[in-house]
Nanobody, 121 residues
Framework: QVQLVESGGGLVQAGGSLRLSCAAS????????MAWFRQAPGKEREFVAA????????NYADSVKGRFTISRDNNKNTVALQMNSLKPEDTAVYYC??????????????WGQGTQVTVSS
């Protein structure tokens, strides 16, 4: 079992930046990939970014490439999402997820509660 807690959400103006963080506890001795997803009001949850256990491989949704960066610190059991040049369409609840495998792609078995990101125009 893995527990995930997100932080760092908030309200920001378009063009601004936010940094989300996700702290993992529980089954931290096992390697697993990590990812961020988001869900906007009235829409389905969508993939944002993922990172392998070693950090050597990352994937991004086309909509965030060049603006968002995912990173992890396995010593601290954390994963971060640096979001720059934010747009109103980035407004959503952002969820941290832990994968079943250390590599990408992987199914995601554990989810955090989410953190709200609101970008005003």
């Amino acid at each position: 079992q893995v527990q995930l807690v997100e932080s760092g959400g908030g309200l920001v103006q378009a063009g601004g930046s936010l940094r989300l963080s996700c702290a993992a506890s529980g089954r931290t001795f096992s390697p697993y990939a990590m990812a961020w997803f988001r869900q906007a009001p009235g829409k389905e949850r969508e993939f944002v970014a993922a990172i392998s256990w070693t950090g050597d491989y990352t994937n991004y949704a086309d909509s965030v490439k060049g603006r968002f960066t995912i990173s992890r610190d396995n010593n601290k059991n954390t994963v971060a999402l640096q979001m720059n040049s934010l747009k109103p369409e980035d407004t959503a609840v952002y969820y941290c997820a832990a994968g079943r495998l250390p590599i990408l792609p992987t199914p995601y078995d554990y989810w955090g509660q989410g953190t709200q990101v609101t970008v005003s125009s």
